[in-house]
């Protein structure tokens, strides 16, 4: 395939074309196909050899797709994303006018992904020459994207089996990814709607579906809403093939701070299964109310926790911390009724600096008020009271 020449390319695709194979169309404009790896592709005047074999409108793709190809070979991406966006535009107008028949999606997929990898290199390539805007050219690409979406999103009319909505989910996930890059996640809004009220929600691919609880699930973690992130997220890690490890572990690196916070702490098993060890110190900090060790884990591995950006989440098992660390103070006491002073001595020998007896009450009245602790604050004798019964329920059961 490296070796084909070009008159063998431009009768297979119009071939393809003429029966009707998006999937055999969709290769053949793919840059993950082997096709791209013949120079013979791009040699000079390939445009007229083009017009020559290859019919209206698929012509025009094809011209596109090789200039697009002949810029790669050269190393330039910025030119490459041009050529790119220009297709996608061109097969949006020639969609459009497919009624009734969606066999042209395979060939939507493939260009959509290669407009978003091509951007991405763009981006790139304008840092390098000191773009003050980084994201520009995916944030062109989404708008791009929007233009097929709208055409799968208004097919309505057509017979379940031959509309373009089936299309859908796999632009809003394109879209997922590019506004996540560009941290533009208000956008996402719209896009989930519009999901959410498709009557093929659940009959979407699995993968498809996969990837797209994955990012809900992220974008839930970024409006604290933890249930349902956990919700998204456990869909998303349970479903995802078994053989696609790099994804199972890219799904723990959030859903394992999200299930702390609810209480589910990760076995040790879990974490050298999916190389993530990372977690480790932080599990253990948790689990022993150790403010000292947990503030360590997270410095030890603060590069890996910010780039992943969880950093922030975990910082929130502080809460967490300091409730276990207190249902310690209060088992060895041995009183449903603990002087103040008792968490403040514990709360310094952890290393807490500059903290003072109404600083603590601060923390426990919010523990309380969490419903972490049950009990109350009497502040005439400075001492906490708590629950005769589970004073320290479960957190699992409170979230």
């Known amino acids: 395939m490296a070796t084909m020449n070009l008159n063998q390319y431009l009768r297979e695709i119009q071939s393809a074309w003429d029966s009707r194979s998006g999937t055999e169309v969709s290769e053949l404009l793919s840059f993950n196909h082997p096709h791209v790896m013949s120079a013979k592709l791009t040699t000079e005047g390939f445009e007229k050899s083009v017009e020559r074999l290859v019919e209206s409108p698929i012509d025009e793709l094809v011209i596109l797709h090789l200039r697009c190809l002949s810029c790669v070979n050269q190393q330039k991406y910025l030119e490459a994303y041009t050529e790119q966006s220009a297709l996608v535009q061109a097969f949006t107008k020639l969609f459009q006018t497919q009624k009734e028949e969606n066999w042209a999606l395979f060939i939507m997929y493939v260009i959509s992904l290669d407009l978003r990898m091509f951007a ?189 950006g969880v950093y922030l989440i975990l910082e929130k098992l502080k809460v967490t911390t300091y409730r276990n660390l207190f249902k310690k103070v209060t088992l060895l006491m041995k009183t449903h009724q603990i002087p103040i002073e008792a968490y403040l001595e514990a709360l310094k020998f952890m290393g807490v600096e500059d903290i003072d007896l109404d600083e603590t009450q601060c923390i426990i009245a919010n523990l309380i008020f969490e419903n972490k602790i049950k009990g109350y604050i009497s502040n005439s004798h400075n001492k906490l009271v708590i629950s005769k019964q589970n004073p320290f329920p479960p957190l699992a059961a409170i979230v």
Request: net charge positive; hydrophobic share 40%; charged share 30%.
């Open 120 to 308: 991405i290199k763009a981006d790139k390539e304008l840092a390098k020459k000191g773009a003050d805007k980084p994201g520009q050219t995916l944030e062109k690409a989404a708008e791009c994207l929007m233009g097929l979406f709208r055409v799968c999103a208004a097919d309505n009319r057509s017979a379940d089996e031959d509309t373009k909505r089936w299309g859908m989910l796999y632009l809003v996930n394109q879209l997922l990814k590019i506004y996540f890059r560009i941290n533009k996640l208000h956008l996402c809004k719209a896009l989930i709607r519009a999901i959410d009220a498709s009557q093929f929600k659940d009959h979407f691919s699995l993968s498809q579906q996969v990837t797209y609880r994955y990012y809900i699930g992220r974008k839930a973690i970024f409006e604290s809403d933890f249930k349902s992130a956990e919700k998204f997220l456990t869909y998303a890690f349970e479903r995802c093939h078994k053989d696609c490890r790099n994804n199972k572990r890219l799904i723990l690196i959030y859903l394992i701070p999200v299930k702390m916070l609810l209480g589910h702490l990760p076995t040790l098993q879990v974490l050298r299964k999916y190389d993530l060890l990372q977690f480790s110190e932080v599990v253990q900090a948790v689990r022993e109310g150790n403010l000292r060790r947990l503030n360590n884990a997270l410095l030890q591995h603060d590069a890996f926790f910010i780039r992943c």
